[in-house]
């Protein structure tokens, strides 16, 4: 399993790839059990009112959560290319520029 992390502002967002022979959570929307690399990570976007307070460097937001958005894919390097660039383009919603997210993929051993 390889954790991808993005940070930038002082906050975080964190999916994961789950690796060929490695059995990735089964839920609605899942891909296909049969791909070799599944990516699942939370999707956000700001909003006016209610969500969830987010502090993003020196100003307060407010987000709302969409449903993981799990993606199948053939090879690992497919996986992290499509894992780094949902990252960026969660926080890019919320106003961080892509070039300003740090990007961490952590291996996890079990």
């Known amino acids: 399993m390889l954790l991808v992390r993005?940070?930038?502002?002082?906050?975080?967002?964190t999916g994961t790839v789950y690796e060929r022979g490695e059995e990735a959570p089964q839920f609605s929307g899942a891909p296909d059990g049969e791909a070799?690399?599944?990516?699942?990570?939370d999707e956000f976007y700001e909003v006016d009112s209610g969500g969830s307070r987010l502090e993003l460097g020196d100003r307060e937001i407010r987000v709302a959560?969409?449903?993981?958005?799990p993606r199948g894919f053939d090879t690992r390097e497919q996986a992290l290319s499509a894992a780094k660039e949902h990252v960026r383009t969660?926080?890019?919603?919320i106003g961080v520029e892509p070039g300003d997210v740090e990007l961490v993929v952590e291996k996890v051993h079990e």
């Open 65 to 69: 959560f969409e449903s993981p958005m």
């Open 36 to 41: 070799p690399y599944v990516w699942i990570c």
């Open 6 to 13: 993005g940070r930038a502002g002082g906050t975080e967002l």
């Open 90 to 93: 969660q926080f890019a919603r």
